[in-house]
């Protein structure tokens, strides 16, 4: 079956203190690995896709990082406006739909 | 660009009445999506279409319909809402491929009493 797990589920940090979160999927045959980042009330924002293992992009104070089985998202000196929810997905086999994961929620406080 | 829009922003139904969101998008994109988003579930496909004229079954259909007469509009009903599909409903649409970026609207947070 597609699946796709975050962790944690709600991640609290200092303003300047680094992390990561993890998304590992299972799905046959990778399509594309997506990070959005939701804001409270609002749709989801696209930030990365990653098509194979070994791919890297960054953004800002984000890099998104893909392997065969798992996606990390570090965040390098978070700041408070880097407080939301990211999301990660994954095509199913058929190609014809996202399978989302339920989520990490990040706060960052300063 | 306006990009992805959706209509209303918010609703309260009673349960068994009826109603129409509408999501339309200005970029030309082929496919449209609709889901759903609970707390606990993350999102959930409930239909989507790979162009005017076409609609599909996602993960979770019951109750819903949809329909896409013009490529910029992609409408979804509910012709007897119930308790359980109180949700926040999300519109995305996609240029040429299922596999391209999703882009997504800002949402319809529905109320069902």
């Known amino acids: 079956e597609d699946q796709v797990t975050q962790s944690p589920e709600a991640l609290r940090l200092q303003e300047g203190e680094s992390s990561s979160l993890n998304c590992s999927y299972t799905?046959?045959?990778?399509?594309?690995l997506f990070w959005y980042r939701q804001d409270p009330g609002k749709g989801p924002e696209f930030l990365f896709t990653?098509?194979?293992a070994g791919e890297e992009k960054e953004k800002e104070r984000l890099k998104a990082t893909l392997t065969k089985k798992e996606s990390f998202l570090h965040i390098t000196a978070p700041k408070p406006e880097d407080s939301a929810t990211y999301l990660c997905a994954v095509h199913n086999q058929a190609g014809t739909a996202l399978i989302f994961g339920k989520g990490t929620t990040l706060s960052v406080s300063s | 660009n306006a990009g992805v829009t959706q209509t209303p922003k918010f609703r309260v139904l009673k349960t068994g009445q009826s109603m129409t969101l509408l999501c339309a998008q200005d970029m030309n994109h082929e496919y449209m999506y609709w889901y759903r988003q609970d707390p606990g579930m993350g999102l959930r496909l409930i239909h989507y279409s790979v162009g005017e004229g076409t609609t599909a079954k996602g993960e979770v259909p019951d109750g819903y319909n949809v329909s896409r007469l013009k490529k910029q509009n992609f409408l979804l009903g509910l012709e007897s809402a119930a308790p359980s599909q109180t949700s926040v409903y999300f519109c995305?649409?996609?240029?040429?491929?299922?596999?391209?970026?999703?882009?997504f609207g800002p949402g319809t947070r529905l109320t069902v009493l």
């Open positions: 799905v046959s045959g990778l399509r594309g």
């Open positions: 995305a649409s996609t240029p040429r491929r299922s596999t391209d970026t999703q882009y």
């Open positions: 990653l098509y194979s």
